[in-house]
């Protein structure tokens, strides 16, 4: 089953990890604020999303900025006029003029369909969490009838184990959220102590550092809840 799904790997485990995140945030969520279940989860939702387009607004707008700047400085700069910037940039001519302009080119355009296909796989996996995590107590009850069924015993293992897996990956994501979180609010109240420029785009960027080692953890997973 795995081989046969290793294509749709990363939108699966990406689908488990944001409907298991989801649901752990609405539950608290919908008793707090007295609502119902569903109107929490579509309230979590669009939350996440708000955030993300008001971060990526922000980063945008800040990329921008420092592309004008950079444009302009060296617009204006003298190359006579600094010794370092010179070796700089002899050094940087060198390194540039060992590669063909259409390898450059090819190879720009690679990583930008890699981009967008991760982006792609992003907005899929968030939809199709959203509806996974509307529909669970449904899907779940129906689930439950291959229980029952005359190959109880193989839905049976094949429930324990995928139960497992998400638990564990859905634990390891939750804890993970709440180290980074913690690491990101310390960092963010130094750099706000240090008068740094372009606070909040730099704080988005270390809470977003802060995920990666995850990944790594999440492929070793795939086989070791499998033998478990």
Same mark, same amino acid.
């Given at each position: 089953?795995?081989?046969?799904?290793? /294509?749709?790997?990363?939108?699966?485990?990406?689908?488990?990890?944001?409907?298991?995140?989801?649901?752990?945030?609405?539950?608290?969520?919908?008793?707090?604020?007295?609502?119902?279940?569903?109107?929490?989860i579509a309230l979590v939702y669009?939350?996440?999303?708000?955030?993300?387009?008001?971060?990526?607004? &922000?980063?945008?707008?800040?990329?921008?900025? /420092?592309?004008?700047?950079?444009?302009?400085?060296?617009?204006?700069?003298?190359? /006579?006029?600094?010794?370092?910037?010179?070796?700089?940039?002899?050094?940087?001519?060198?390194?540039?003029?060992?590669?063909?302009?259409?390898? $450059?080119?090819?190879?720009? $355009?690679? /990583?930008?369909? &890699?981009?967008? &296909?991760?982006?792609?796989?992003?907005?899929?996996?968030?939809?199709?969490?959203?509806?996974?995590?509307?529909?669970?107590?449904?899907?779940?009850?129906?689930?439950?009838?291959?229980? &029952?069924?005359?190959?109880?015993?193989?839905?049976?293992?094949?429930?324990?184990?995928?139960?497992?897996?998400?638990?564990?990956?859905g634990k390891l994501f939750e804890?993970?959220?709440?180290?980074?979180?913690?690491?990101?609010?310390?960092?963010?109240?130094?750099?706000?102590?240090?008068?740094?420029?372009?606070?909040?785009?730099?704080?988005?960027?270390?809470?977003?550092?802060?995920?990666?080692?995850?990944?790594?953890?999440?492929?070793?997973?795939?086989?070791?809840?499998?033998t478990v």
């Amino acid at each position: 089953l795995i081989f046969a799904l290793k /294509q749709f790997m990363s939108l699966l485990l990406l689908t488990i990890i944001f409907s298991y995140l989801a649901m752990s945030v609405a539950k608290p969520l919908a008793h707090f604020l007295k609502i119902s279940r569903a109107l929490s989860i579509a309230l979590v939702y669009i939350i996440f999303i708000s955030v993300v387009s008001l971060a990526i607004q &922000h980063g945008a707008a800040t990329l921008i900025e /420092q592309i004008k700047s950079m444009i302009t400085l060296a617009m204006n700069w003298n190359g /006579q006029d600094n010794a370092l910037l010179q070796d700089v940039y002899k050094n940087v001519n060198q390194y540039t003029s060992m590669f063909n302009s259409k390898d $450059l080119i090819s190879e720009s $355009l690679s /990583q930008l369909n &890699h981009i967008g &296909h991760v982006i792609y796989q992003l907005v899929l996996a968030l939809l199709f969490s959203f509806i996974f995590s509307m529909t669970y107590p449904k899907l779940r009850l129906w689930s439950m009838n291959f229980l &029952h069924s005359p190959f109880k015993k193989i839905f049976g293992e094949f429930y324990i184990i995928v139960h497992r897996f998400i638990i564990i990956l859905g634990k390891l994501f939750e804890i993970q959220l709440i180290i980074c979180t913690i690491n990101t609010a310390l960092m963010f109240l130094v750099l706000l102590s240090l008068h740094f420029p372009y606070l909040l785009g730099f704080t988005i960027l270390i809470f977003v550092l802060g995920l990666i080692p995850v990944f790594g953890v999440v492929i070793s997973l795939v086989p070791l809840t499998i033998t478990v």
